[in-house]
DNA sequence: CGGCATTTTTACAACGTTGGAACAACGTTG
DNA sequence: CAACGTTGTTCCAACGTTGTAAAAATGCCG
């Protein structure tokens, strides 16, 4: 069996609670003794059992990421980062997956009690402001990209409107009159945010909002861009130009474009969302925002941290903007008879 | 704070171990305080302390999954598999990234006591027999994907050398005769066996191997599949066709082939390995190699199940193999002019 | 060398849970 | 009605750790 501190403890000839000072760097400890602990420490490999401490000390040494799957790039690149960001405090990170479904995000709220976990990062899909009341409020939530309004939680993300509106602004620039947009959805709060600056950025180049251009999509997979794309093939008039909500819609807009004999971007550009690793070399690359995921996954971490540090607390419920910058790749190369 | 057995056990008027014994579905409790207790459980919204129940039962909760990047696609969704799998077993899952260096792994094996967890998963991609020896073998261990030899440690992944041969087969058999090879790696397992597959097939296939036409990759990201497929197209006489140990160094093939005027598959052939979502929708869309992913993780979860349930095990070291299929798409059609 | 301050060590309790044994209540049986 | 088995409940201890407080050892001063 594993080595406890009774076990250290017998093998240095002193008490638990001495062994237990040289573990924690405990400052009194005459170095004739700390000496013996240390050998004795390492002839058996002594660990410490994480569950007891934490149970002593009131904190779980956890944090829970909860989002709707790891298995989409966004979300994977997104949790390495938070399980690295988490390191440095310590953390286990402990990950939950929602599908996006209501049910189970609410049920990971809520059976996560603050006996497992010292805090949560939420990237919700489908939550309503009213499941928030059935949370404990007892440990600190930080919601990542989705914002449920009117419920006073700490939030980071980037500026959605601005994000999408410099992406629209961009294919309005390159001369294009006809940008779709795919990726509505009244449910997520991103989307209407998004489609916000899609309409802000028409209207500055002059152009009508079309409704027959603006697709709406549920799930935002590959799969659903294609989907989306295929349609707007179908009307009698297609688009030049396509802002998908994310990348994964837009490499799904991109492949049935193909399918349907189009080239990207001469006959159509496409912009996406997120800049996941796959936008940089897909064929053609693709033009998309870039969060700055690094800074989400850090400032979300952090916020946790310092809501855990100091818990009576006074200071505000934070709203944290990030950066996003705008990758120009071929997707959007500008037509050469332009 | 949060509601106790204690708590509960004074709300509904009975003790402590009463209220243990609801919660535990033990048999024998008067319907009368059965019905007490339940109230006071919904009244005050109890939740065990999984810590402190773990510490009584000697048992986590937890598994590990120790591999190389999250955001590494084909990991990805291995680690939204397992977790699911997981879930069947009650099993929480902490991961682990280790971005493959040998270092990490090591600390991975070592830090995550048997306090920490009741069994972990390791994907490795450099880890030395010697550092098993390290291990304290005291909870069950599962590699996937990667073995080292000469450690009886259970094992679960498809069988390369076959996977690898009928990648390349596909290729002789599409009339490709100078077939290239990405991803040696002489410290990766898995890579010297899918070069053992790629050598039988072209034996049978009756063509040479040729060392030119075999490219190292240390890391198999896409941006080492572009630049290796930079040099193998820097040849004087470069490949017809190339076999990539995985889809991501296939997709940063394809796309250096592209950068070079190369259409794939008129110009080039290519098979990746992996089967991630991506390698469906891009563009051309990816021959591959499909292992069954869901297989793998949950053969390695019920393992590790059954080696928690029966410590005292006789039951051999496994060495399991799961399915895998050839998915032929795009990217090695045959030429119309064959 | 007694007294006192400082350093070092230890005993004890507690965190929340559950297994085991002990105990209590009950109905049944001889 | 005594003995018994069954059912239901409680008490105690323990899992491994650390905070508190008290005890012990040490060093210093007069």
Known sequence: MAATL?????????????????????????????????????????????????L?????????????????PYFGELAALVITAAQRHNWNVLIEQTQGTRDRERSALTAMGPHMIDGAILSPQALAAEDFAAFHREIPLVMVGEHAVDVPIDHVAIDNVLAARTAVRHLTDLGRRRVAAIGRNPRRGTASLRMEGYRAALGEAGLPVLDELIVPATEYHRRDGAEAMRHLLSLPEPPDAVFCFNDLLAIGAMRAAADHGLRVPHDL??????????????????TTIAPDKSAIAT????????????????????DIQTPFTLKVRESTAARPDA
Do not use: C, W
């Not at 904190?59 to 709707?68: M, N």
């Not at 400032?299 to 934070?318: N, S």
């Open 6 to 54: 009774k076990d250290v403890a017998a093998l240095a000839g002193v008490s638990v609670k001495t062994v237990s000072n040289v573990v924690n760097g405990y400052g009194f400890v005459k170095p004739e003794n700390r000496r013996k602990v240390e050998e004795a420490l390492a002839a058996t490999g002594y660990r410490p059992n994480i569950g007891a401490r934490n």
């Open 56 to 72: 002593r000390r009131g904190k779980t040494g956890f944090i829970a990421l909860v989002l709707p799957e790891l298995s989409i």
């Open 269 to 286: 550009a496409v912009v996406g969302f997120d800049n996941t690793e796959e936008s940089a070399y897909s064929i053609p690359s693709l």
């Open 299 to 318: 400032t979300a971490v952090d916020l946790i941290a310092r809501r855990v540090a100091e818990p009576a607390e006074d200071f505000p419920v934070q």
